[in-house]
Nanobody, 124 residues
Framework: QVQLVESGGGLVQAGGSLRLSCAASRRTLSIYAIGWFRQAPGKEREFVGAMRWSGGRTYYADSVKGRVTISRDNAKNTVYLQMNSLKPEDTAVYYC?????????????????WGQGTQVTVSS
């Protein structure tokens, strides 16, 4: 069982930055990947990026590549999503998730545990 808690969301102007945090309860995360997803009102939840805990390899959606960076703090069991050059279309609830990825880091079905989400609002 893995419990995830996101934080760091808020209101920011276009062009600004935010860093979201995802704190995981489980000590041993080496077998998991941590993914970030977002869901805007009236839209499906979409993949933002992911990190394989063991080795730290990262994967990003094309829509955010170059503007976001995923990192982790092993001592804190926390994964971060640094978002820069934010746009109004980045407005969404952002979720982190943990899963034993079999083939597709961008697929919701690969993730078994989800956080409650944190709201990010980007004003124009």
């Amino acid at each position: 069982q893995v419990q995830l808690v996101e934080s760091g969301g808020g209101l920011v102007q276009a062009g600004g930055s935010l860093r979201l945090s995802c704190a995981a309860s489980r000590r041993t995360l080496s077998i998991y990947a941590i993914g970030w997803f977002r869901q805007a009102p009236g839209k499906e939840r979409e993949f933002v990026g992911a990190m394989r805990w063991s080795g730290g390899r990262t994967y990003y959606a094309d829509s955010v590549k170059g503007r976001v960076t995923i990192s982790r703090d092993n001592a804190k069991n926390t994964v971060y999503l640094q978002m820069n050059s934010l746009k109004p279309e980045d407005t969404a609830v952002y979720y982190c998730a943990a899963g034993l990825i079999r083939s597709d880091y961008g697929s919701l079905r690969e993730y078994d545990y989800w956080g409650q989400g944190t709201q990010v609002t980007v004003s124009s």
